[in-house]
């Protein structure tokens, strides 16, 4: 007779093998989603291969040779993962190794030279013998398992390797998912140093800006500033349309213009005036210090970096580092090497002065890897796990292909597809910023400082 208790059906299912991977940053719980997952296959005899440290394995592989076992891969049982879900970590590693790097447009996937990789995935994966692949990784991570579906859409006459895809990024930037595993943690841990901060800041009587991670998206720094008590918080979103403005790319290695390639002129970057942010930091210190609270903590988001205008980038890092920095194909430069919290606040603080005619002292820090795998929370290691056995649930009991791991309400399981989530016309993931206005964002306003426009 079936219970509540009773254990869930044994799957009617083909599924004899199956592989996991995790690809990209680490993220605090990224253990609780590998274990439950894999122990939930393993109970009812389908194997799990771990794939070791994404796809870089993968990728090095040829037909003829062989993966070898505890390198590239470790056999995953349930017996062996007991007190796994709650550790720190990632038991089968990561990289940022990519497959589907080359294909930026659908007619790529047609191209034998683009998609040589990750032709070279599926026959390592047709070798190991697997009938899915569960990919756990960001937005690029997702991207690549929907190219890898769409690259196998076009083998109709081989055997299929389904794909599932589990959302990770502490950053919180995912369509498709309200919060991802990690950010929480995260959050605490962000959180922690930033009344740390106000503790400091309120014994020397000065202001602190860290800088924290979120290259799209402000998710990470609003967690923090709120739950941290913050008294400003500013990420991309929060730049005005009236503070934007373009300049010309140059790449500081060479000292030279950099030209688009479609268009055969120079390359034009989206910038923001920096003045403008300072004025508002300088607007809640003059809150403060009215009710006679010389001293707070701002938290900005490192994704302002990427759109700072280039002579305040080079004021943020040495003469030789700045030679070393290269922009991107938009014409972005690496946030994780910009610390520009200490320029911003020396501007806050000039710029207080000229206001006032008083000096406040105003220091930058950074914060950044250390939150990335800081031991999960109650609340991401219930939601890993559910993710974890999301995978187990779309693949051997509702046959599933080509769809993303997400939950809803309290932690109900949902199974939106790639096309939701994908923009099919430029291969990318659709960007997930907070929305300006929405009850999150305005959050962090209403408890902040109060200043008059």
């Not at 599924?15 to 680490?26: D, E, Q, T, Y």
């Not at 995953?76 to 550790?87: K, W």
């Not at 030279?256 to 809640?284: H, L, Y």
């Amino acid at each position: 007779m079936t219970t509540p208790l009773s254990s869930p059906p044994r799957p009617k299912t083909d599924l004899g093998r199956v592989a996991i991977l995790f690809s990209g940053g680490p993220a605090p719980a990224a253990n609780a989603v590998i274990a439950s997952a894999a122990s939930c296959f393993s109970k009812v005899g389908i194997g799990v291969v771990g794939i070791r440290n994404g796809y870089s394995h993968l990728m090095d592989y040829r037909p003829g040779s062989r993966l070898e076992e505890g390198v590239a891969y470790t056999m995953l049982d349930h017996r062996d993962l007991e007190g796994a879900r709650t550790s720190s970590g990632i038991m089968i590693g990561t990289a940022r190794a990519n497959p589907g790097k080359q294909l930026k447009e659908p007619k790529d996937l047609d191209d034998p030279n683009k998609t040589a990789p990750l032709q070279t995935v599926l026959d390592a994966l047709r070798w190991l013998d697997v009938d899915a692949l569960i990919s756990i990784g960001g937005d690029d991570t997702l991207t690549t398992a929907a190219k890898f579906k769409l690259y196998q859409d076009r083998q109709e006459d081989k055997k299929r390797i389904r794909v599932i895809h589990l959302p990770k990024t502490i950053d919180n930037d995912y369509r498709g998912i309200d919060f991802t595993f990690g950010y929480f943690t995260a959050v605490e841990m962000l959180a922690t140093q930033c009344r740390n901060l106000l503790a400091d800041a309120v014994s020397a009587r000065a202001y602190f800006i860290a800088q924290v991670m979120g290259r799209k998206a402000g998710w990470l720094a609003y967690g923090a500033a709120i739950a941290g008590e913050a008294n400003l918080v500013i990420g991309l979103e929060d730049i005005a349309k009236d503070w934007w403005y373009t300049e010309t790319t140059v790449n500081p290695k060479t000292g030279k213009q950099v030209i688009d390639e479609k268009t055969g002129k120079p390359q034009q970057r989206d910038v923001f005036k920096v003045d403008a942010v300072v004025s508002r930091i300088v607007d809640m210190m003059e809150a403060r210090h009215r009710e006679g609270k010389p001293y707070g903590v701002i938290v900005m988001a490192e994704g302002l970096g990427e759109y700072l205008p280039l002579d305040v980038i080079q004021t943020c890092v040495s003469e030789v580092d700045f030679r070393c920095l290269e922009p991107d194909e938009f014409g972005h430069f690496p946030v994780s090497q910009l610390k520009f919290s200490s320029r911003i606040g020396r501007l806050a603080a000039e710029d207080f002065q000229r206001r006032t005619g008083k000096k406040a002292k105003v220091n930058g820090v950074q914060f950044g890897y250390e939150v990335r795998c800081h031991r999960p929370t109650a609340f991401d290691v219930v939601l890993g796990s559910q993710l974890g056995v999301g995978a187990y649930r779309a693949l051997a009991e509702e046959g599933k292909d080509g769809v993303m791991v997400s939950v809803s309400g309290q932690l109900a399981l949902l199974y939106p597809p790639f096309e939701e989530l994908i923009d099919y016309d430029i291969l990318r993931a659709h960007d997930r910023p907070i929305s300006p206005g929405e009850d999150f964002h305005r959050l962090a306003r209403y408890l902040e400082p109060r200043v008059e426009e």
